[in-house]
C-alpha cells in the first residue's frame, strides 16, 4: 500500500478548516460584539421599554381598595402566577389615569382566550378611590394602596426606569414575579397588545 499523499492531506486539512471557519466565525462575531463590547442590534420588535435583565420584585402585602372591609389585604404573591399589568398612579385617578385604565382594561379583552392568563392591577398612590366608578367600569381590576409597605416594590419600578417618576406608567410583570417592561404615559396600547401577545405566545408558565 502506498504512503499518503502530504500534499493531498494537507489540502484535506485546510479544506476542513476552512469549512469550520465558515461556521464558526459568524457565531464568534456575534457572541464578541454582544458579550465584549455590548453592541446591540438597533432593530426591536418590542415596542415598551425593555428591563434588561428582569428584575425579580419583593413580595409585598398590601391592603385593597376594592375591598369592603378597608384592613382587607392581598396575599403577599398577588404578582405572580399570572401576567400583570400594573398601573401605577395617583389615586384619585385623573382623566389620564382613566384613560390609562380603559386602555388596559381594552388590551385584556383583546386577547381572547388568553386573557384568563393576565390579571390588571391598579397601585394607587394618596387619596384612593371612587369605589362606585371603579367597580362599575373596570370590575376585573385589582385596586392596591400603595401604603409604605409598598415602598420595596416602588423602588423598583424606579430602578428599571433608570430612576425616572413611576407615576402613570404601565409595567408588565410575568407569572414568576419579574419586571419585564414597562410603557410611558403616552405609550400607544396597539403596541402594548402586541408585546402581550408575543409574550403570551413564547411563555409556557402562566
Known sequence: MSAPDPRRT?????????LALLFLAPLALAFYLYYGIGWRPSGRVNHGDL??????????ALPRADADAGDAMTRADFLRHKWTLLYFGAGECSKRCRGD????????AALGADRERVQRVFLAQGACCDLVWL????????AVRATPAAAPLLERLRQADAGRPAADRVYV???LGNLMMSYAPDA???GMLEDLKRLLKLSQVG
Not at 428591563?51 to 409585598?60: C, K, Q, S
Open 10 to 18: 494537507r489540502r484535506q486539512r485546510s479544506a476542513l478548516i476552512g
Open 51 to 60: 428591563v434588561d435583565p428582569a428584575l425579580p420584585l419583593p413580595d409585598v
Open 101 to 108: 385604565l380603559y386602555d388596559t382594561r381594552q388590551v385584556r
Open 135 to 142: 367597580r362599575a367600569e373596570h370590575p376585573d381590576l385589582l
Open 173 to 175: 410583570i410575568d407569572p
Open 188 to 190: 400607544q396600547p396597539k
